[in-house]
């Protein structure tokens, strides 16, 4: 442990006056003062210069070479081969192993064993032109990583996306998936809400399949024509249920370092219950086409040649599946560069390196961006530059199957991350298009200034200019007259979600994309040949990435005041509170509605006797909640943000000391910890944020303020109340602390200076 | 011509006391007195127990047994036989010929000519399972009729729909079909309006084909196993410009006798100009998969397991057409029941006969349910029954091609209808489910009555009962709390046009449907055994299709006071008003908005290099439109409606002599009339009616106050503005009537009877 950067002594050089807005000059740089601007200008200005997209290229040809999952030989030589990286830049870069359950596949068999017999083949053939797609001794093949072992032989139900509103018309078509074996198609929820869903209602065994319409031929031209999924490739995926905990299933809340304690695999209840395989089109297609039952209601239909049917019928399927259960090695390259003032206050900038087979997309062409940064970083450094804080490169290992890598260092680090965790940035792939951005509301405003100070390659407007106008384009006029554009909400799906939502760092997640679209996720097509002729080929929007991330990152650690702002945080939580009551009331007129319906009897009147349907069940009448504690928590965050923002503004009058702005820091790297819910979600104490969470029956979908949001969405009006006063209690915290931070930045201002 | 029923003396019997609700008793029945209501409501418990299931079979059997389109032998054959079943059950029935002008192919080559060679089928196989499938020496071959003939070789463009909105996006997308042979799909209009658009854009040829996703195994199971359009099914089908005028395209506006001046061909502009062909989804299939060019947007995207793209690329296409180009001889059966106490008061009812093959569903699942009305109606007679009104039982001939025998009749027989016309009741096909209704809206109220007191097969409630609760769980809670469902507008589509909307005759259109779905439409497999397998397979449906328009036509033809209600008129009226306001606004905002984001750039910013696309154009901005006079005579309308409705409400209290109601009747059977616009509308003076029409621009869909709606979809304000003014004067013209009607209905309250 270092100690903490409260106990520093501030060189008495560090003298800041914050900026006033100077007409003609560029325009005030939040986090500095005028004099601090233009330094950090000038020093952003050389660092986006640097980046090379011959390089990245040369490097994604390196990384996806060969198979790089999780145990893999590559996967390790690759951890090794960016430490070397990494240090050549410049860093202190180091090696963190951990060792987590990730189960590899032994047996795979899945038949159709009537009415007619038909093998799936499971297997994703080699092309000629992609000359990685031959390596397969080295790749994994096509599975579900923590499914269950089994041997089942049952019934098949087709369950559309197997997310829980299709069970219910399922039921209204009086089909049940007791004992059966579903086949869901992939969208609509992350892929493990599916056999989790599955197993609830009943399922033996799950098959999930890519429908041609989503993601093959009926998306574009197929492979290697085209970008997008031939007739045999597979998504591969992990699906252990990870809206519970992500990380190693056997290690929660801890790290998953050697002598760490384990739980028996039994106990571990993210491990999927039932044998759960991902099959193409190709090995679907025969399946779906012996289903007989009902016709599935046309959003249900997909773009296979064959008549949609739920099943079951005479269509019998027999699923074998076996693992190898053993512990495989994770390597986490870390590298890191001191910071010169704040050597305690650690600002994080994370891409996974490990795929699911070559992944050229999926990490590397995020990882080769990251690799650009640091080189870039490195420049800066051998030209005089010394950031003020110290800035951690993060290469993570086994992001694929559960977020292993991060999940297991901010585990492993927590109390550190309490301590020195300033700013968490994500990314994984990247393609052509509009910047996207998502996050913690605090750092909305950072995220817009940044974006206008990047150039995009293909317009040479500012990211932000054409991030605007294509909001515009779509409809969302507010994009026109809101100064900030607003950013996402984090869901899941990547790196971010230790940072975010258990340890509480400020946290963003920036890409770019929407311009390209392919069907080669997860799959052996996912490979140098493929990202060089169908998606960012000439790695301009790889150098546009690493000049937005690396400025973000160099601004975090230079900046006088960190970024935050709580006026547009405020707003955000304003508007979902906003949603919960409409979400409230929508779901109390829908149960009266379909309460009076049920009473009327319109069910039996609307019924066709040739194709009987259930009614839907009705429930209780929802109570009103009383939201109270959470508007009148969101009017003290908007009296303490607007308080906040003001001294803000009136710094410059003043000339704060170095030693009174470490106190407000210190502050402020704290708005997203004390957003955490002391006891974390219900049903899932890992989760600990009170605003941001994946969605318990969505998968990566974010739910926002989740605690109140999924109560209401099961209709638990109980839990729905009291969720209600513990997101209004961490409200009240973050009012309590900007309050705090506002009052200290008000002293500041009539503060003398340190002689 | 005979003289106008005004004459007609009255007999002194006719002694009229109308309704007074009493408790426990028959709910009044609008246009009877209490004593005759029940004397009706006797007759029509009758009428309604006399349809038989088994002899609508055995007709649908007789009449689809062969090919009967116009032109054919069984055509003459079936009309003969109708006729004599007409006359058989009482009627004196004649049928009155014409000869119009009716196309059949000579000649019909399509191929892909590169960049590979390809033959199309253009045929449909018999299959063993249906035995009328084989009479291919009778069968029409697949065809659109009033195509051009021609022979070109063109590139080939997929043009979605093929409407208006789908030629903005290929402009977007940089592609034009100046010179190229579009290929559309059916669906999003009425057939007719794909070729007439692609010629507006210099296409010189189209094809229509059926897309699986739509209409083949995408919908469902594939005939001869289930309902839905084999891979060799086409759908035949009318091309004439009905939006500009239907019937003989040589003799618009009289009727086709001999004789009659006719057009040149050359002149009569109904006719297609360029060669169009309706192909099936195993033809089209090569044609669009050797389409290259940017991607098809996702909602173009159709069934067939293909990228969809838009073209053109190497696709060409070689399509020859040559037709008959003869004159072909109509047989419209026409049977009368003469009115005993207004002879001169036309009561109609109406159902083609003619098919495009077999046609058991479209026409003969109508025409069966109406022969059985026919005879039961005669049963009556035979028992003492003694209808008011005439009553006329038509079969129409020529639907299909276009309208023809109905509108060459209306044509023929116009002074004659504007001097008798009452009601005219049309059906066409018709299958399970619910009861459909759309009509002259001063029926709605009429139409609810009868649909309560018609049992659906199904559930034994009313027709209504289950119209309402499928509404209710539809989402359309209006349902639940206005007394009338209400019905809707006529746009095109069936043999209702003529007598609506060229002779202003209040028409109502019914049938069944909803339940069942199916592909065979307009092929050779529309036949008895697809009908008696896959539809209402047991009549039960043309039961009850027999019973709500026979009892409607009964009501009619026997009411004291016409069942014309005006409030729900006047009210639908305000409806579609306030939807032009919003239809203006909405229009305006676009404009404003496309202009703003125009002189933004924001099509260039967000304009993918790789896929690029062109901005769409900008337009001059809305004018404000003078809504007022629309609005004033809305009010008006409303006023008459209200004093009309209160003086109906308090007639029971006097005792009004029958010729005082007649002179009552005399004004409501004008109330489509004087609707009536004396132009007609714009671009198409043979539509006249001020609040229904065809779309221009749809075809079958209708838009209600047409001369407006269309004005301001065209952004032609000038227009809208004018036409404001013209359907005010008809609302104007209908609240005069009303007022004139309702003063009569006051003085005929205290008027003494005739000793």
């Not at 051998?382 to 292993?404: C, F, H, M, N, V």
């Not at 900046?559 to 409409?582: H, M």
Request: negative net charge; proline residues 8%.
């Amino acid at each position: 442990m270092q100690p903490s950067f409260r106990a520093v002594v501030l060189p008495a050089a560090l003298l800041l006056v914050l900026p006033a807005a100077v007409p003609g000059d560029d325009p005030p740089l939040r986090g500095f003062t005028t004099a601090g601007a233009k330094i950090e200008r000038e020093w952003e200005t050389k660092f986006r210069a640097v980046p090379e997209p011959a390089r990245m290229r040369e490097a994604m040809r390196r990384l996806s070479l060969r198979p790089h999952h999780v145990g893999s030989p590559y996967d390790k030589d690759n951890a090794e081969w960016l430490r070397a990286q990494y240090a050549s830049y410049g860093f202190d870069a180091t090696i963190e192993r951990y060792d987590v359950l990730f189960p590899t596949p032994i047996t795979r068999v899945l038949e159709l064993v009537s009415p007619t017999r038909f093998t799936a083949k499971l297997e994703e053939p080699a092309l000629k032109e992609d000359p990685t797609s031959d390596q397969k001794n080295e790749q994994l093949p096509t599975y579900n990583a923590y499914s269950a072992d089994g041997d089942v032989t049952a019934p098949l139900v087709y369950v559309n996306y197997g997310i829980p509103a299709d069970y219910e018309t399922l039921e209204r078509n009086g089909i049940s998936v007791k004992g059966a074996i579903v086949i869901a198609r992939y969208g609509g929820s992350w892929r493990g809400i599916k056999p989790k869903v599955a197993y609830e209602h009943g399922a033996v065994g799950a098959l999930i399949y890519s429908d041609p319409r989503d993601d093959g031929f009926g998306a574009g031209e197929t492979y290697p024509a085209g970008p997008f999924r031939p007739k045999d490739g597979v998504q591969r995926g992990s699906v252990l249920d990870m809206p519970t905990y992500p990380g190693d299933p056997l290690t929660p809340d801890i790290g998953a370092v050697p002598g760490a304690k384990r739980l028996d695999r039994k106990d571990a209840i993210t491990i999927m219950k039932l044998p759960v395989m991902p099959i193409s089109y190709a090995d679907a297609q025969p399946l779906l086409a012996a289903l007989t039952g009902p016709l599935a209601p046309s959003s249900w239909r997909g773009g296979l040649p064959i008549t949609y049917r739920l099943g079951p019928g005479a269509a019998r399927v027999h699923l074998k599946l076996a693992f190898d259960w053993s512990l495989k090695p994770l390597y986490d390259v870390i590298a890191k560069l001191p910071g010169s003032t704040f050597p305690n206050e650690w600002v994080i900038r994370g891409n996974h390196h490990d795929g699911w087979v070559n992944g050229a997309e999926d990490p590397i062409s995020g990882q080769v961006a990251e690799m650009e940064e640091a080189r870039a970083l490195g420049e800066l450094v051998k030209q005089g530059w010394k950031p003020k804080r110290t800035i951690i490169y993060a290469a993570w290992d086994g992001e694929e199957p559960a977020l292993l890598g991060s999940t297991e260092w901010v585990e492993q680090h927590q109390e550190e991350l309490r301590q020195k965790g300033v700013f968490y940035l994500n990314t994984d792939s990247n393609g052509r298009g509009m910047f996207g951005v998502e996050g913690s509301h605090s750092l909305e405003r950072f995220a817009n200034e940044v974006a206008r100070d990047i150039i995009d390659p293909e317009t040479n407007a500012s990211v932000a200019a054409r991030q605007r106008a294509s909001r515009v384009v779509d409809g969302n006029k507010e994009a026109r007259t809101r100064s900030d554009l607003r950013i996402g909400a984090l869901g899941s799906g990547s790196d971010f979600t230790p940072f975010l939502q258990h340890a509480g760092v400020p946290t963003l997640n920036v890409g770019f994309g929407g311009e390209d679209d392919g069907g080669i996720y997860h799959s052996i097509y996912d490979s140098f040949y493929w990202y060089t002729h169908f998606s960012d080929t000439s790695f301009v929007y790889g150098r546009a990435l690493a000049q937005a991330a690396g400025t973000m990152m160099m601004r975090v650690a230079d900046a006088d005041v960190l970024p935050e702002e709580f006026g547009n945080l405020s707003e955000t939580a304003r508007g979902y509170i906003g949603e919960l009551k409409v979400l409230r009331d929508s779901t109390a007129r829908a149960i009266e509605e379909l309460n009076r319906e049920l009473s009327e009897g319109a069910f039996a009147l609307v019924n066709d006797p040739r194709r009987p349907t259930m009614a839907p069940k009705g429930s209780a009448p929802a109570p009103v909640l009383n939201f109270a504690p959470l508007d009148n928590a969101s009017i003290a965050l908007d009296t303490a943000a607007a308080r906040f923002e003001k001294a803000y503004g009136s710094l410059p009058a003043g000339a704060p000391s170095a030693a009174s702005l470490a106190q407000v820091n210190t502050l402020i790297r704290q708005s997203d910890q004390v957003l955490l819910l002391p006891d974390g979600l219900p049903r899932r104490p890992w989760y600990r944020h009170s605003l941001y969470a994946p969605g318990y029956y969505t998968g990566y979908g974010v739910k926002t303020m989740p605690g109140v949001r999924e109560a209401i969405e099961q209709k638990d009006w109980k839990l729905a109340e009291a969720e209600i006063g513990r997101i209004a209690a961490a409200l009240l915290r973050e009012s309590d602390l900007v309050t705090r931070a506002a009052a200290l930045l008000e002293q500041a201002t009539s503060a003398k200076p340190i002689p």
